[in-house]
């Protein structure tokens, strides 16, 4: 078996990819070790930053996502009880997010591939790479095993990790060649989803007595909330008094505020870690999405940085087969890595504002302190995490 592009991975990095291969006409399969009922139902990321917004409106997919999805034209920082709002329309010039599940997105993006007969194959096992080397010179293949058991052979013009961060593909790789740059969190999530109406118009970002909450939404009955945990910590560790009890306190504004509360149908913990892998490209084989770096999630960056990955390497990939260019795919690696880098910059910034070190000393304390009070009161301060939040550019010209 044959194809141009083989690609690693039906999460958001790998589809969308495929789906602007398809249409430039450049043949893709994408390879998939869960079924496609697991990557419709896998709870993630919420906050669609103004590009990717706009990337899936141009791809056609944005009919369910402007009907469905919230928009957002600002969010709430609450410290100590006091709230500031961060106008993201009136700081950016009209940009804003659009609050809608990474996995409504996946589900429209399944649906547009599989309606023009797009190549996915879901249940692989066994996927391994070869001829992978440093150079154009040799042909990669992918072998895998399909979902009925039988042993596959696909040869391919280039192969793309779109596998995430338990993916294969970086192993194909010679470890001597890959840098990896990674810094861990002393604290981890525990994300819940329950049945209520909404708390809240914006999201809520809070930093309490003795840690972080983050007020979300998903529709007019489904809310997501977070809350900073211990990093060992599981859902058993989280009774849904104790969520309760802990949101309450970290949520509490001196005029009485609280969460709406329901039943709590979904838990889970989410580790905290920040992570790059370079370089992105090696020869035939690219790295994109979180199979090349990972955003602790407080700048909800994670999702739309995979899409701009593949936003990038689908100009790449066309300007190579339209004119036999390179040049796209050389600098593919460097134009995405800073972006990424902006990206790791404002997470590890949200995080380290939002977030209670346990290890903190006296001096990192009023640190953050200083740096809240000055968020609170500068329009510059604001002004930055406004164009963050709502996405730079992916590509040149940055500024
Ligand atoms: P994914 O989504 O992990 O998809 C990788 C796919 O590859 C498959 N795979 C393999 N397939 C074949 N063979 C193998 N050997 C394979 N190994 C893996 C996997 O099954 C999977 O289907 O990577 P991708 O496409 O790079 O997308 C990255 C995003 O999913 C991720 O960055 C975000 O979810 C991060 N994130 C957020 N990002 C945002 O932009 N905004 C947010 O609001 C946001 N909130 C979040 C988040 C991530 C969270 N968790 C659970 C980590 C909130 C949470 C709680
Ligand atoms: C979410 O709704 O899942 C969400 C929102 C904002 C974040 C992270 C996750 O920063």
Redesign the pocket.
Known sequence: MRTQVAI???????LVLSQLLDGQGIESVV????SQEA?RATI????LEQGTVDLLTDMGLGKRMHNEGLRHEGTVLRVGGVDRRIDFVGLTGGRAVMVYA?HEVLKDLLDARLATGGDLRFN?SD?TLSGITSDMASRPVVRFRDASGAAVSLRADFVVG???????SRSAVDPQALQTVERHYPFG?L?ILCKAPPSSDELIYALGADGFALVSTRSCEVQRMYLQCDPGDTPDDWSDDRIWATLRARLATHDGWQPNEGPIFDK?V?GMRSRVIEPMRHGRLFL????AHVVP?TG?????L?ISDARLLARALTRFYRDGNEDLLDTYGPTALRRIWRAQRFSTWMTTLLHRFPDADAYARKLQDADLDYLTRSRAACTTLAENYVGLPVAPPWD
């Open positions: 690693i991975g039906a999460g958001p990095a790998g390879l998939e070790c869960r990557i993630r990321a919420g906050v990474q692989v996927v779109c596998d995430g961060t338990q993916g294969v999530w994300g889970t989410v994109a999405g979180d199979a999630p909800a960056k994670g999702l739309n995979a």
